[in-house]
């Protein structure tokens, strides 16, 4: 079992930078694959970025270059760096787990970036 909780959304002005976190209780983080996700008004929920436990990352292509991800095993933490924010990154951001036969969601965090 593992519990997520996501930290770190606000109000940002285009151009500004904001730090996310999630705490994750429980065990098994060192060995799942961590990735961040969002969702906009009226849009579907997009992937953003993801490492898995070996530290590679991938990252969607909009965000690419902008956000960086990064992973703390010794204090089961995920964060995402996100950078150059524009408008169009405003969403609820959700913190995400997987593994094999494994699928744990945060409840999200507000992300609001200003023109």
């Known amino acids: 079992q593992l519990q997520l909780v996501e930290s770190g959304g606000g109000l940002v002005q285009a151009g500004g930078s904001l730090r996310l976190s999630c705490a994750a209780s429980?065990?098994?983080?060192?060995?799942?694959?961590m990735a961040w996700y969002r969702q906009a008004p009226g849009k579907q929920r997009e992937f953003v970025a993801r490492i898995n436990p070996g530290d590679f990352s991938y990252y969607a292509d909009s965000v690419k270059g902008r956000f960086t991800i990064s992973r703390d095993n010794a204090k089961n933490t995920v964060h995402l760096q996100m950078n150059t924010l524009k408008p169009d990154d405003t969403a609820v951001y959700y913190c995400n787990a997987v593994n094999v036969g494994l699928d744990y969601w945060g409840q999200g965090t507000q992300v609001t970036v200003s023109s």
């Open positions: 429980g065990s098994i983080f060192s060995i799942m694959t």
